[in-house]
């Protein structure tokens, strides 16, 4: 509306120029021509009766005619104020709206400067959190290959506890064998022991006492090599059982742990990741909204450079006005000075006049 409102002002502003102009221009032809006439005639007179001197003009006809000039400059200043005036005028909406412009730029541009720190300053959050969460995956990806590693020794230990027990109950029942024959030749020669002297010779005896000498010893033999093979195996194999156990229960305690670390800053990437995609739609606005303000700030400049250079054709216009009235003002001051030097003469020629009455 301002905009719409100061165009019609100016074309309104044009025409009366144009009239005012007009009409001074007609009077600057009326007085050059009324001038031309005065000199035309004052010659004239002057050749067809040199011996009679010309007829002066009256100080009221040339006082009449000095104040028609003054008015008549006094009329062009206020029309140079009122100029001036309405230029102002018409300057100032140009003006606001040339102010107002720039300071939409301005707040677009630290409106866009803060969106751009906000966003640098996510980044280098999502950066911390992503550097975070890489190194407790990485982390969790080590604890995770411990454990399968222990989990797969745990089984093969597994595996080697049951071979070792499979042979043990082998062994365990070989021993229970050999006692269990033992205690049948023991029983056996017992019941031979209990029966008459006169059948038990000496020889018997002797065998029997070796056979079950050898067969303890051989008994012995066995449990003690049996001791020495399997035992040192089944402690260390007990040991290591307990130490995979225990390390087993502290991975597992160690990857709960991470778990639980892992899950707030899972939550938190994922806020972080909808903070990116509202700032990515704030920013697609903002640039959108800046578009058209570009748009319709450059509309804004378009029209006032329109009204800049309709301004410029009127100062011109001004320009050239103010031009005819100086010319105009140094024609007047010339007519004054020759108008200021007849009345001189006629002064003079009033007072000899006068004295030769």
Not at 96 to 110: D, K, S, W
Not at 319 to 325: A, F, L, R, S, T
């Amino acid at each position: 509306m301002p905009d719409v409102e100061g165009r019609a002002h100016g074309d309104t502003w044009l025409q009366r120029r144009t009239l005012r102009s007009l009409q001074v221009c007609e009077q600057i032809l009326k007085w050059k021509q009324t001038g031309a006439a005065l000199e035309n005639q004052e010659p004239t007179s002057a050749h067809s009766s040199p011996s009679v001197s010309p007829e002066p003009l009256s100080l009221q006809d040339v006082g009449v005619r000095f104040q028609y000039c003054i008015a008549a400059v006094e009329d062009l200043e206020r029309e140079r104020d009122d100029l001036i005036h309405e230029l102002a005028v018409l300057r100032e909406p140009s003006l606001e709206a040339v102010r107002q412009a720039h300071e939409e730029v301005v707040q677009a541009f630290g409106q866009r400067a803060r969106v751009e720190l906000e966003r640098d300053a996510l980044k280098e959050e999502i950066r911390v959190v992503r550097r975070r969460l890489f190194r407790v995956t990485r982390e969790c990806v080590a604890c995770q290959y411990q454990l399968d590693n222990q989990q797969k020794e745990l089984e093969k230990k597994a595996a080697e506890r049951e071979d070792l027990e499979t042979l043990a109950a082998r062994l365990r029942e070989e021993l229970n064998q050999l006692r269990e024959t033992f205690s049948q030749q023991r029983e056996t020669q017992q019941q031979s022991l209990q029966t008459p002297r006169s059948r038990r010779t000496s020889r018997e005896i002797q065998e029997r006492r070796r056979l079950s000498a050898e067969l303890q010893s051989l008994i012995e033999e066995q449990h003690s090599s049996l001791e020495e093979l399997y035992e040192p195996k089944l402690l260390q194999l007990l040991d290591r059982c307990e130490r995979g156990a225990r390390a087993l229960q502290a991975v597992q305690e160690e990857l709960q742990k991470l778990r639980e670390e892992t899950r707030p800053l899972q939550a938190e990437a994922y806020s972080l990741r909808l903070q990116k995609c509202s700032l990515q739609e704030q920013i697609s606005l903002l640039k959108k909204k800046r578009g058209d303000e570009v748009l319709i700030y450059r509309e804004q400049l378009q029209e006032l450079e329109n009204t800049k250079r309709e301004i410029k054709i009127c100062v011109q216009l001004q320009q050239h006005q103010n031009k005819e009235m100086e010319e105009l003002r140094k024609s007047l001051t010339q007519e004054l000075a020759i108008y200021k030097g007849c009345l001189e003469i006629y002064g003079q020629l009033f007072k000899s006049v006068t004295k030769k009455e």
